[in-house]
């Protein structure tokens, strides 16, 4: 059977005014790499402008599909309600066979007391109901408090490399306006740059010198420029919707311009700039992607302004090993990381090497997830095949002696490699990252899942019944419980049913060791690992046998052990095999 091309409801958004063309009907368009095609998920954030005519007026709408750290729509529901954001809840999907969206509006009342006759039922496949999302978009959010007279403050969101044009930055203007020549600064990184191009993304990239005609736009149709930012939530269906704005009956509803004719006659001018509220891109020589950090804010030379709040740099909550599986294609896979980094300037890579595996890299990702599919496209895009070392996570530890302070320069050192452990004689507390996990389940798994739970040393929190037959489980979980196969174990337990998101708590104080592996005696640094001390001697125990499974017999006898400092606490043994005459 031929499979059913798969339709995004942000592309059937963009079909609805004509911004994409419906003859795609077999891409993904706002999907563009490899892997979003075939595993149906955002990796890239993508932007789409879009004309919409609502009672006689019309619309520019600035879309944005989003990718998420795995499922975290709970966690980021409340981000937004603690925001003050208006939402939208959206139920997707209703022309599956088995949909039942008055359970899912029963759920979303009670889980986050939004009444259910807000909810809008579309398929995104079959174009139901979509318009219903931007009429409410229109009806509901906010337009955004900018002015253009004030001096210009952009945030950045995202951004791309493009190796001969540089850094291409998508900004959202909350203040002032933006035209080629002009010289910006970073609130971040304080460097300055020359502007060399702006336009807006249709999704294609469309330089503003191609949109003189928004002059006659405004004069024929009373068009403003204004945002509407969404995020999908995939595992319930909703869209939260974060900003949007509008120009109406030939007066726009901000500050400052407060008639047609002044907008008409400052638009006509001939410069070629984006007005306060567009959402667009903006190329100014930048050459790494980490001078365009998200969150930060851009202004004039010489006209500086408060930097917009919010702005944290991606945080790393995931490490690994990567080596290439021959030695001589070291440059190659060098070459390769480069490249790839420059789209996704969330993965920091640190020289690292081995003995065993020779040189190669310590890499730190946003989550497992984000792992996977930065190694799947080092095969597909750059045909690279690597040894990937098990993930670890960041631990923390504070020091007791005077000597590694002044070393470190601090009293409380991060751990991204078991090789930087310090011994426990030199530290007065080991720190272990912890996430509030929230588990949605069919009632008849509750038994199962919570002796999962406590396997992995969680501590339950909240216990709701969201309906009859769901109940929603909240648990404080070590992160380096759930990183490795959490997930998977939970699938298996519920039958598949179970759905799993968590987010950051902080850290906490723990019994933590380093264990060690020898072969013979010696140690391999690749297999160390820090653990919890309660299960030093099942996961060693674990390891050994696992290895002896592995490794292929030899002609002498190898000892296989697992250590904790001097002591050994598990051992397999392979026997020696006979060469063959």
């Known amino acids: 059977m031929r499979k059913k091309p798969f339709i995004e409801p942000a592309r059937q958004l963009c079909w609805v005014e004509g911004t994409i063309s419906k003859t795609d009907c077999n891409k993904q368009v706002l999907d563009k790499l490899q892997v979003e095609r075939e595993r149906g998920i955002t990796v890239k954030a993508q932007s789409a402008s879009l004309f919409y005519n609502h009672q006689g007026v019309n619309y520019l709408l600035n879309l944005i599909d989003t990718p998420g750290i795995q499922a975290q729509t709970v966690a980021n529901f409340y981000l937004a309600f603690e925001a003050q954001l208006s939402i939208i809840p959206v139920i997707n999907k209703i022309d599956l066979k088995h949909a039942d969206p008055e359970r899912v509006e029963k759920q979303i009342e009670k889980l986050f007391d939004i009444p259910t006759d807000e909810c809008i039922r579309i398929s995104a496949k079959q174009g139901t109901n979509v318009e219903k999302v931007l009429q409410k978009v229109?009806?509901?959010?906010?337009?955004?408090?900018?002015?253009?007279?004030?001096?210009?403050?952009?945030?950045?969101?995202?951004?791309?490399?493009?190796?001969y044009r540089g850094v291409i930055a998508n900004v959202a203007l909350f203040g002032g306006e933006i035209a080629k020549g002009n010289k910006i600064v970073s609130a971040h990184t304080k460097k300055?740059?020359?502007?060399?191009?702006?336009?807006?993304?249709?999704?294609?990239?469309?330089?503003?010198?191609?949109?003189?005609?928004?002059?006659?736009?405004?004069?024929?149709?009373?068009?403003?420029?204004?945002?509407?930012?969404?995020?999908?939530?995939?595992?319930?269906?909703?869209?939260?919707?974060?900003?949007?704005?509008?120009?109406?009956?030939?007066?726009?509803?901000?500050?400052?311009?407060?008639?047609?004719?002044?907008?008409?006659?400052?638009?006509?001018?001939?410069?070629?700039?984006?007005?306060?509220?567009?959402?667009?891109?903006?190329?100014?020589?930048?050459?790494?992607?980490?001078?365009?950090?998200?969150?930060?804010?851009?202004?004039?030379?010489?006209?500086?302004?408060?930097?917009?709040?919010?702005?944290?740099?991606?945080?790393?909550?995931?490490?690994?090993?990567m080596y290439p599986v021959d030695q001589t294609e070291y440059n190659n896979l060098k070459s390769a990381l480069e490249r790839l980094t420059l789209n996704d300037s969330s993965v920091t890579v640190h020289r690292d090497s081995s003995?065993?595996?020779?040189?190669?890299?310590?890499?730190?990702?946003?989550?497992?997830?984000?792992?996977?599919?930065?190694?799947?496209?080092?095969?597909?895009?750059?045909?690279?095949?690597?040894?990937?070392?098990?993930?670890?996570?960041?631990?923390?530890?504070?020091?007791?002696?005077?000597?590694?302070?002044?070393?470190?320069?601090?009293?409380?050192?991060?751990?991204?490699?078991?090789?930087?452990?310090?011994?426990?004689?030199?530290?007065?507390?080991?720190?272990?990252?912890?996430?509030?996990?929230?588990i949605v389940t069919p009632h008849e798994y509750i038994g199962k899942i919570i002796v999962l739970c406590q396997d992995r040393r969680a501590v339950q929190k909240d216990m709701l019944y969201i309906d009859e037959n769901r109940v929603m489980l909240k648990y404080l979980f070590p992160l380096n419980e759930i990183v490795l196969d959490f997930y998977d174990a939970l699938k298996t337990l519920s039958s598949g049913y179970a759905s799993f998101d968590y987010e950051d708590a902080g850290y906490q104080a723990a019994d933590l060791i380093k264990m060690d592996i020898l072969l013979n005696g010696n140690p391999v640094e690749e297999l160390s690992t820090i653990i919890h001390n309660d299960k030093a001697y099942a996961t060693g125990k674990l390891l050994c046998e696992r290895l002896k499974e592995a490794i292929p017999r030899q002609l002498f006898e190898i000892a296989i052990q697992a250590a904790i400092g001097k002591k050994i606490i598990a051992r397999e043994t392979m026997v020696e095999t006979l060469q063959e005459e």
């Not at 010198?209 to 509407?228: C, E, M, P, R």
Request: hydrophobic share 40%; glycine share 8%; with cysteine.
């Open 192 to 321: 300055r740059y020359e502007v060399n191009e702006v336009g807006i993304l249709t999704p294609d990239e469309q330089p503003i010198h191609k949109l003189q005609a928004f002059d006659i736009l405004i004069q024929l149709s009373n068009l403003f420029l204004g945002t509407a930012l969404f995020e999908s939530g995939r595992e319930w269906g909703f869209i939260l919707v974060i900003a949007s704005a509008y120009f109406e009956g030939g007066k726009l509803k901000i500050h400052e311009y407060n008639s047609f004719q002044k907008l008409a006659s400052h638009g006509s001018s001939g410069k070629k700039i984006r007005y306060a509220g567009q959402v667009g891109y903006v190329i100014a020589g930048m050459k790494e992607v980490t001078e365009a950090q998200i969150g930060d804010t851009l202004f004039l030379y010489k006209q500086p302004v408060e930097p917009l709040p919010g702005f944290k740099s991606a945080k790393p909550m995931v490490f690994a090993g």
């Open 355 to 438: 003995l065993a595996l020779g040189a190669g890299w310590r890499l730190g990702f946003l989550g497992l997830l984000h792992m996977e599919v930065f190694n799947q496209r080092l095969e597909q895009e750059y045909n690279m095949s690597v040894i990937l070392t098990a993930p670890t996570v960041p631990y923390k530890a504070v020091l007791s002696s005077a000597k590694l302070i002044k070393e470190h320069g601090k009293d409380e050192i991060t751990i991204i490699n078991p090789a930087q452990f310090p011994d426990k004689f030199s530290v007065s507390e080991y720190l272990e990252p912890t996430v509030l996990g929230t």
């Open 138 to 163: 229109i009806e509901k959010i906010p337009p955004p408090q900018c002015n253009t007279a004030d001096p210009l403050k952009a945030l950045v969101f995202d951004s791309t490399f493009d190796h």
